[in-house]
T-cell receptor, first 113, second 113 residues
Framework: QKEVEQNSGPLSVPEGAIASLNCTYSDRVSQSFFWYRQYSGKSPELIMSIYSNGDKEDGRFTAQLNKASQYVSLLIRDSQPSDSATYLC?????????????FGKGTLLTVNP | EAGVTQSPTHLIKTRGQQVTLRCSPISGHTSVYWYQQALGLGLQFLLWYDEGEERNRGNFPPRFSGRQFPNYSSELNVNALELEDSALYLCASVQTMGRQPQHFGDGTRLSIL
């Protein structure tokens, strides 16, 4: 069973702090990794994609990928109350034409004013 | 560019009834995925359609079914509704080739009384 694991949280940080969200995956051949943000009662919204080892920055968000450790993380700098949401890690678990995303259960982030 | 559109937004049904949910993918996307998200739970993969064919299905009973039309839009049908079918049903689309992420519609909130 190919799995994606996340701490369910809740993760609580003060406004302006760095929030660090972590995800591990079991399928070593995974090639594509995504972070989605989901507000309560809403649909997931893509915020970051990462495909290569290292860091990828987009505004206040930085995704980090370490394929050797099967680990992907999301850092949110200068956290804002509007960042309070559930963050879903998603991993493409097979290559070729068998495109399937496996989602973690999500980490609930609360940013306190 | 229009995003993934789903209809209806909300539905209220009673046990034993049948329901049809609809999804139109982003233009150029040939794959459609359906997910169920019950309250407080993670995304559960339901069905994957690509080029009009069912490619994969999750661990759901046969009363969950669907189809994809030549224009790549899709329907999800649920027969003999049960109370535990109450959930947010999400549709996502993606280009089949490459490493692109899935993009989600706003979902259909189904309540079973």
């Amino acid at each position: 069973q190919k799995e994606v694991e996340q701490n369910s949280g809740p993760l609580s940080v003060p406004e302006g702090a760095i929030a660090s969200l972590n995800c591990t995956y079991s399928d070593r051949v995974s090639q594509s990794f995504f972070w989605y943000r989901q507000y309560s009662g809403k649909s997931p919204e893509l915020i970051m994609s990462i495909y290569s080892n290292g860091d990828k920055e987009d505004g206040r968000f930085t995704a980090q990928l370490n394929k050797a450790s099967q680990y992907v993380s999301l850092l949110i700098r200068d956290s804002q109350p509007s960042d309070s949401a559930t963050y879903l890690c998603a991993v493409r678990t097979s290559g070729g034409s068998n495109y399937k995303l496996t989602f973690g259960k999500g980490t609930l982030l609360t940013v306190n004013p | 560019e229009a995003g993934v559109t789903q209809s209806p937004t909300h539905l209220i049904k009673t046990r034993g009834q049948q329901v049809t949910l609809r999804c139109s993918p982003i233009s150029g996307h040939t794959s459609v995925y359906w997910y169920q998200q019950a309250l407080g739970l993670g995304l559960q993969f339901l069905l994957w359609y690509d080029e009009g064919e069912e490619r994969n299905r999750g661990n759901f009973p046969p009363r969950f079914s669907g189809r994809q039309f030549p224009n790549y839009s899709s329907e999800l049908n649920v027969n003999a509704l049960e109370l535990e079918d109450s959930a947010l049903y999400l549709c996502a689309s993606v280009q089949t080739m490459g490493r692109q992420p899935q993009h989600f519609g706003d979902g259909t909130r189904l309540s079973i009384l």
